[in-house]
């Protein structure tokens, strides 16, 4: 892994995520510092939480509460790496299914093979 990049290992493209929401990746930005961004379909922004990971290459994890439920069933989970200057923060983002929207008061799933 290079100095610059920002990786996302959870959640995955299209996860059904539920509340607590886990967000785990590796890579930093200026002094390790990331933003974890979580919207909504329509772009508004539910929650933003800081994340410090021990260096510029580094496993990251975080835990975040989700509104209950969120406004929409489909959001983003935006990962953006500080810079430390003036300019657009490198940034991935993952789309999601939120598992309480879909489901009020659903804290997991179970998948079932037949």
Known sequence: MSRTELRVDQPQP????????????SGGGFEATLVVRVLDA??????????????????????????????????VVEVLSSTGADESPPAVSV?????????????????HVV
């Open 95 to 111: 789309p999601v299914f939120f598992g309480t929207a879909i489901v009020p008061g659903s804290t997991s799933y179970l998948l």
């Open 14 to 25: 299209n996860d059904l995520v539920f509340d607590p929401l886990l967000v785990a990746g």
């Open 42 to 75: 329509e772009g508004n922004e539910l929650l933003t939480a800081p994340v410090t990971a021990r260096n510029l290459i580094s496993p990251w994890q975080t835990q975040l509460e989700l509104p209950e439920p969120p406004p929409t069933d489909r959001g």
